[in-house]
C-alpha cells in the first residue's frame, strides 16, 4: 500500500472523530455529553425553511422553524414551528408550535431522539450526525406531519 492510499484511508477512519467534537481522537467515540447544546433548524428536504410539508384542498401547512435543545439530564426537546395557511378557502393563516419532550442516544454516528406519547405510542426520529449537525427523520401524523421530513438542526451552540 502506498503512503497516500494509507493516509488516505486514515482519514477515512478518522473521519467519525470530526463529526462533532473537534477534540475527539481516531479511537474515541461521540457520547451524548458531546451533543449537548442548542441547534436552530437550517434544511427541511434539503431546502432552507419555509418549506411545504402538507397539503389539502383548503389549507398549505409549511414548516417555518425549529429547535433542537440535547441535555443529558431532564429531558431534551424538540420544537417545530408551523404556519397553515387556509386563505384559498376563506380562512386565515396561523402560526402553531410542535412540543416534543424525550431522550437521545448515540449508536455510532446516529443519533435517536425518543418521545414517548403514550404507553402505546413512541416516537422515533433517527438520523446521522455530522460536522455539528444533527439530521432526524420526522414523521408524526397525527399531528400533522407527513414523513418522513429530514430536518437538519446546527451548528451546535453549548448550553
Do not use: H, K
Amino acid at each position: 500500500m502506498t503512503p497516500s492510499l494509507r493516509a488516505r484511508r486514515f482519514m477515512r477512519g478518522c473521519a467519525g472523530a470530526f463529526l462533532l467534537a473537534a477534540s475527539s481522537s481516531c479511537g474515541d467515540s461521540l457520547g451524548p455529553a458531546d451533543l449537548v447544546g442548542n441547534y436552530t433548524l437550517t434544511r427541511i428536504n434539503e431546502g432552507a425553511p419555509p418549506q411545504l410539508v402538507s397539503a389539502t384542498i383548503n389549507c398549505d401547512l409549511f414548516l417555518v422553524g425549529g429547535r433542537l435543545e440535547l441535555r443529558t439530564v431532564d429531558w431534551s426537546a424538540l420544537s417545530l414551528t408551523q404556519s397553515q395557511d387556509c386563505t384559498r378557502a376563506g380562512g386565515s393563516t396561523f402560526i402553531t408550535s410542535l412540543l416534543y419532550l424525550g431522550t437521545f442516544r448515540i449508536t455510532g454516528s446516529t443519533m435517536t431522539f425518543e418521545t414517548l406519547r403514550s404507553i402505546d405510542d413512541t416516537l422515533r426520529f433517527v438520523g446521522p450526525i455530522a460536522f455539528g449537525n444533527v439530521t432526524l427523520s420526522v414523521s408524526d401524523v397525527a399531528r400533522g406531519l407527513p414523513g418522513p421530513i429530514v430536518l437538519r438542526f446546527g451548528p451546535r451552540e453549548p448550553l
